[in-house]
């Protein structure tokens, strides 16, 4: 076996390993000391990653788990065994898993020192869950991974044990155990018609026997599944609960990486398994998906006034926006949806951060009660408009060059939907750091009767410790995005193609006044909001009323009740399934 | 292979999706999604199973007797262990809740809103 191979597992046991090993020394290791260890071990898994992610340029590795080779099963085309593959892209989503969770850890130094560890305990098994999220090749183990990711995911939610936060976790974990149970039916049905829970050979049975619909409804399923963890309109109402009440360095974890892990497991099995047949239906009800998503999560941060709030709903605008870029199935736009992983993760951790460090210095997450409060934490501020204009598509970064890949593969539409919906998560979040940072204000629009909440995070933290993390993070995402492209174009083909590698060509990125229409845009919403003022005359007062009709609707549609999520899920579930059940049957 | 199995596994689910959407209360909502999970482990040990066929053990059996396909009997043991720690910690968090609110009516527990 090669080196490669032989260290494939190794990215997850070793933080399984020192996850076991922090719960034995938990009460006698200093807290400062066990956080070290487990920054080492995720540094440890994204040194291991990174590598492996260079070593497969050339082809995928497999590691069959305990020998379990197809040779040992001792009859041809039978497969007993289990097996993990690293192909580039995957590695190479690992590996900026682990790079995440190094910084979330740093960033939360000091936060929950009177726990014992837990909190590092948890950390690590997340990772573990999720890099062998990334890199299993067989259906059941996919579905494990999805569990194990779950369950930690739900419990570091309800950690700060606060009001909010218990009920948000609550709906996490109803609405993703619910999810968890499509996909083992999806499972349990795939298995069925191609008796074999291995990608590959899954695909060559899909492949022989042709469309059916056991096939269609496991498909089904299993999309819904991960379209609930991706946060995808209508299975998306969990998230802005969730990540808005978990503590920051979690939820900078959640958004960074947890819901784009599932959108990229989701493109892997699309290449993977269900690459045959007809692709049109797949594409045109995927890019409805992501554009509805991308238009409401938008629309919704741009009306929010709980600073974690608004971030997840416009990461929720960004999941839509990944969406369209893997509905146009051609290998620009998943090579654009890939970059975006990254961009997007770095940017939205970074802005969680300064969340946080808002929470913890200023006792409030709120930009109309943090109105110019954060003056004397210019840095922290330099660092929001940063990310904000990032957010919002200024046209230098890792985010600005995915977005363009996306948009030169898709139709005008979808587009031009993408730009309005960056420009609206970029001018909220300017909005929020114009407030707090520099005293702009106009009148509150919209958001003033958005949900909020009084809290805070555990002080005494100094600002020197929690900003170097979400600093490096922004420093990486201002890397030009197009400089990886020779990488970017070999995992491109290796994960659209695992058994038959196919060069790809990516466009040359070009820089023209159309890269400015998107921070154009920004600054226009921005500048809106900003001259706002009160409604004084009978026109302005119906104007506004007409403005806020659409929103209010929204808004009362996220109500927080678990009861109405869950009827919005099993309503997704039937469009998809009698969607492509119609068209199974030539509708 | 009879349709009855299906039938039970849907209605399950049905009647578990409905439970949580009108429930007035957490551990009832708790209780329903086991409901739902139920409907997971009926659907799954009726695509396994085999008219006639006995279990998968072999020690007194020779080689190449039929018998239920024991990988969905595998899955099934392994979601009735992720269904036990999901319910546990479902109900810590219920039991939390109770203690600071007082209630478990979910239409008083909504998460960033004002207690009505």
């Known amino acids: 076996m090669s080196l490669a191979a032989t260290l494939l597992p190794v990215t997850i046991l070793a933080p399984l390993g020192v996850a076991m090993l922090l719960i034995i020394l938990a009460r006698s290791l200093p807290p400062q000391v066990s956080t070290l260890i487990a920054v080492v071990a995720a540094a440890a898994v994204t040194a291991i990653s990174f590598w492996l992610a260079r070593q497969t340029m050339h082809g995928p590795v497999l590691h069959w788990l305990g020998g379990w080779t197809p040779a040992a099963s001792g009859r041809p085309g039978v497969i007993l065994g289990i097996s993990l593959m690293a192909d580039p892209a995957s590695a190479a989503v690992a590996a900026f898993c682990g790079l995440i969770f190094v910084a979330a850890m740093i960033f939360a130094w000091g936060y929950f020192d009177e726990v014992h560890s837990h909190f590092e305990i948890l950390m690590l098994l997340f990772l573990a869950g999720m890099v062998g999220f990334c890199f299993t090749h067989d259906l059941f183990d996919l579905f494990v991974w999805f569990e194990l990711m779950s369950t930690v995911a739900f419990a570091l939610t309800a950690y700060p044990l606060g009001r909010s936060s218990l009920e948000g976790a609550f709906n996490f974990t109803i609405t993703n155990a619910l999810a968890s149970f499509m996909m083992l039916a999806a499972v349990g049905l795939l298995y069925a018609r191609t008796g074999t829970l291995d990608f590959t050979q899954m695909n060559e049975d899909i492949g022989r026997q042709g469309s059916d619909p056991a096939l269609v409804c496991g498909f089904c399923l299993l999309s819904a599944a991960l379209l609930t963890k991706a946060a995808i309109a209508p299975f998306h109402m969990w998230l802005s609960d969730a990540h808005a009440v978990a503590p920051s360095p979690v939820s900078v974890v959640f958004s960074g990486v947890m819901v784009s892990v599932a959108l990229f497991v989701l493109a892997k099995l699309i290449s993977q398994i269900f690459s045959h047949g007809d692709a049109t239906p797949l594409r045109f009800a995927l890019l409805w998906l992501g554009a509805v998503t991308a238009a409401v999560g938008g629309l919704m941060a741009w009306s929010q006034r709980h600073l974690k709030r608004l971030l997840a709903f416009s990461t929720i605008a960004h999941m839509g926006i990944m969406l369209t870029g893997i509905a146009t199935t051609t290998p620009t736009a998943l090579a654009g949806f890939l970059l975006y992983i990254v961009g997007h993760g770095l940017i939205k951790g970074a802005l969680f951060m300064i969340a946080g460090i808002l929470l913890a210095l200023r006792a409030s997450g709120d930009e109309i009660m943090l109105y110019g409060k954060g003056r004397s934490l210019w840095p922290a501020g330099s660092a929001m408009a940063a990310g904000g204009l990032l957010l919002g598509g200024l046209p230098i970064g890792i985010l600005h060059g995915a977005t363009e890949l996306i948009q030169t593969a898709t139709t005008r539409a979808a587009s031009l939907v993408i730009l309005v919906a960056t420009a609206l998560t970029g001018a909220a979040v300017l909005r929020a750091a114009a407030r707090i940072f520099l005293r702009w204000s106009g009148a509150p629009g919209l958001e003033f009767s958005a949900p909020t909440e009084r809290e805070h995070e555990k002080g005494g933290r100094p600002l020197w410790l929690m900003l170097p993390p979400c600093l490096f993070m922004l420093a990486l995402a201002l890397i030009p995005g197009r400089s990886v492209d020779s990488f970017l174009a070999v995992a491109t083909g290796w994960l659209a193609h695992p058994d038959s590698y196919h060069a790809i060509t990516l466009p040359k990125p070009k820089l023209s006044a159309a890269s400015f229409d998107s921070i154009a845009l920004t600054f226009a919403i921005l500048g809106l909001s900003l001259c706002r003022e009160r409604a004084t005359s009978a026109w302005a007062r119906r104007l506004f009323r007409a403005e806020a009709l659409p929103v209010d609707a929204l808004q009362s549609l996220h109500s927080g009740l678990i009861g109405d999520y869950v009827v919005w899920m099993m309503l997704g579930l039937a469009l998809l399934t009698g969607f492509f059940g119609l068209r199974q049957f030539g509708f | ?116």
């Open chain 2, 1 to 116: 292979m009879s349709i009855l199995p299906w039938l039970i596994s849907a209605y399950l689910f049905a009647v578990g999706i409905y439970g949580i959407a009108t429930s007035r209360n957490y551990v009832h909502q708790i209780g329903c999604l086991s409901v739902c999970q139920s409907a997971t482990y009926i659907f799954l040990l009726a695509i396994g199973y085999r008219w006639g066929s006995g279990p998968p053990i072999y020690y007194d059996h020779p080689p190449g007797t039929p018998a239920v396909d024991p990988v969905v009997q595998a899955l099934v043991l392994t979601d009735i262990v992720v269904g036990a720690a999901v319910t546990a910690l479902l109900l810590a968090i219920a039991l939390q809740v109770h203690k600071r609110r007082g209630t478990l009516d979910p239409q008083k527990l909504r998460p960033l809103r004002p207690v009505p």
